[in-house]
């Protein structure tokens, strides 16, 4: 299914790692809703003042939310720097690292752990985009157990040559590190068979870094802009 997004572009090419169907054939019939509306929302936003193809930089501690209503089917799409949703921004190599990346994955599959809304809706499909492709760590495990067993001899004698490349590999990647910006985008598809006025961004406390997202939201009855914070999470609107 393709989805229409009006969304936040970014130069670190996203990977699509999970995609959640609830109903099928809803998502695809409200995924033929966006796309009908796609030019009349890109109008919108122009009058608005707001680009939304051409964001501003990749930013730490600023998130962006854009909020699309088409009918009764909702859109929204929460973008997020890595380094306030995991604390780093490369991928993850350590157990460590990579358990936080496997609760963030749940985390952002959870929609009620994220925005809370006056309106009961049922939630059509999750997308979750990061710029990394973690391995299965178990698998990663089993294959590391048996390169072990092949060259248990033969590590003695490589383990100063192996040392002096750890270290300047190390070097390297934590230059790599300091020059990465990655983020982590999330799009959500609602049915809504009654008028949304209120939402709340519930998810700051996952994210204690995050000082404020910038939303933007198109709706049948209106449009606006509006920074949230942990402090001020709601936004109030018209549907």
């Avoid at 990346?101 to 929609?111: A, D, H, L």
């Avoid at 490589?158 to 040392?163: C, G, K, N």
């Amino acid at each position: 299914m393709v989805c229409y997004i009006v969304t936040f572009t970014q130069e670190v090419k996203m990977k699509t790692i999970s995609i959640t169907w609830k109903n099928s054939q809803k998502a695809l019939r409200a995924s033929s809703t966006f796309l009908k509306v796609g030019t009349f929302v890109g109008l919108n936003l122009a009058g608005m003042g707001i680009n939304a193809v051409h964001a501003a930089p990749h930013t730490h501690g600023e998130g962006k939310l854009q909020i699309l209503q088409a009918g009764s089917e909702w859109q929204f799409v929460l973008q997020l720097p890595a380094a306030d949703v995991l604390g780093f921004e490369y991928a993850p190599s350590r157990a460590s690292e990579k358990k936080r990346y496997k609760e963030t994955q749940k985390v952002f599959q959870r929609f009620d752990d994220i925005f809370t809304l006056s309106n009961t809706c049922e939630l059509l499909d999750t997308t979750l985009e990061s710029p990394w492709e973690v391995a299965n760590e178990h698998d990663e495990h089993d294959e590391h157990d048996e390169h072990d067993e092949h060259d248990e001899h033969d590590e003695h004698d490589e383990h100063d040559e192996h040392d002096e490349h750890d270290e300047h590999e190390s070097e390297h990647e934590d230059h790599a590190h300091r020059n990465t910006h990655s983020d982590f985008r999330v799009a959500y598809l609602l049915s809504c068979q009654g008028p949304v006025k209120r939402i709340e961004m519930t998810g700051f406390p996952h994210w204690p870094s995050l000082q404020h997202v910038n939303a933007i939201w198109v709706t049948n009855k209106g449009q606006g802009a509006l920074e949230i914070t942990p402090s001020q999470p709601t936004l109030l609107i018209s549907s």
